[in-house]
Nanobody
Framework: VQLQASGGGLGQAGGSLRVSCAAS????????WGWYRQAPGKQRELVAS???????IYADSVKGRFTVSRFAAGNTVYLQMNSLKPEDTAVYYC?????????WGQGTQVTVSS
């Protein structure tokens, strides 16, 4: 499985951005998709996740602002980020897990200006 992240960039506080993660390979084995972020000097943290059955969870810091979704064909996962805050600035990484493997995409920078 290979993951390709895209989107992000520069946004303004209160605005919106979207990041996407496209998977290739044996994606049918993926049972967990996650978006993590890492800000300078901080540990990587889970922002949102969605399972193959469609269950999603969110970090408290993004609840009500971010939405994780999965394209019906199953090969692309999105993170819609609304009501952006400067503290959302970080490198965002997509992650996919199967029963035995853990895959990471390259990071994509999200910068929110005040």
């Amino acid at each position: 499985v290979q993951l390709q992240a895209s989107g992000g960039g520069l946004g303004q506080a209160g605005g919106s951005l979207r990041v996407s993660c496209a998977a290739s390979g044996i994606i049918s084995r993926i049972n967990f998709w996650g978006w993590y972020r890492q800000a300078p000097g901080k540990q990587r943290e889970l922002v949102a996740s969605i399972t193959s059955s469609g269950s999603s969870i969110y970090a408290d810091s993004v609840k009500g602002r971010f939405t994780v979704s999965r394209f019906a064909a199953g090969n692309t996962v999105y993170l819609q980020m609304n009501s952006l805050k400067p503290e959302d600035t970080a490198v965002y990484y997509c992650n996919a897990k199967t029963l035995h493997q853990n895959y990471w995409g390259q990071g994509t920078q999200v910068t929110v200006s005040s």
